[in-house]
């Protein structure tokens, strides 16, 4: 394998190892601040801490309206059936979390229509058994998000700069793989015109030794 092929291929693996990277599991917050009329999305994600270990997971989700103290089961999601207890949220639920997999890390819900009544305080658990090879170890790890409707959703400007960072962060990025890439190509390149040098210049040495050979031979002739 040449250099220049040996260089590809670690730039393929690179690039590889960030796509896998980006499919890794984050915990990020959720929005809290939903327009009315519309879908909203309550983000919930649970990261294992242990990708390699097997499990087993239910979601539920609680709701607790601005008017009222005790928390009401609102829905129930386990072995990819959906359940909606809260009649308030008939038809008005979609799950949007983790699919094709008991293994949920991903509990987001989404709302349809948002309405004012749907302001409140909304509590997301998650029951998690973790599989080992000789035992099975139970967590429930949950999230409580306040959510807020508004007539019209305005952005902070936190999230206005977080976005900018995240935009500059990733060119950055782009163009240090750039840089590289180009170093890495110069280097490879300036390596073999040495070496065709210094090929050239043991070519023309034995050339003319053998010259020098022969002249010596005819001479003693």
């Not at 948002?114 to 999230?143: A, H, W």
Request: proline letters at 3%.
């Amino acid at each position: 394998m040449s250099a220049i092929q040996e260089l590809l291929l670690h730039l393929a693996l690179l690039v590889l190892q960030a796509s896998l990277c980006y499919g890794a599991c984050v915990e990020v917050d959720s929005d809290t601040e939903a327009m009315a009329n519309v879908g909203f999305k309550l983000g919930c994600i649970s990261c294992k801490m242990r990708s390699e270990v097997p499990a087993t997971a239910s979601v539920d989700w609680y709701f607790k309206a601005s008017d009222e103290t005790n928390f009401t089961h609102l829905y129930h999601y386990e072995n990819e059936n959906p359940s909606i207890i809260d009649p308030r949220f008939y038809d008005r639920l979609d799950w949007n979390g983790t699919k094709g997999s008991t293994d949920l890390q991903d509990g987001s819900i989404f709302i349809l229509n948002v309405t004012f009544n749907d302001t409140g305080t909304y509590k997301c658990i998650f029951s998690r058994t973790l599989i080992y090879p000789n035992y099975e170890f139970s967590t429930e790890p949950n999230m409580t998000i306040v959510m807020k409707v508004v007539p019209q959703v305005t952005r902070g400007l936190a999230s206005i700069l977080s976005e900018v960072m995240m935009y500059v962060s990733i060119i950055g990025l782009q163009v240090w793989l750039v840089i590289e890439m180009i170093y890495c190509y110069r280097k490879i390149a300036a390596a073999g015109e040495e070496a065709l040098r210094e090929s050239a210049a043991e070519y023309l040495a034995i050339a003319s030794e053998s010259k020098g050979n022969c002249a010596g031979v005819q001479v003693a002739e």
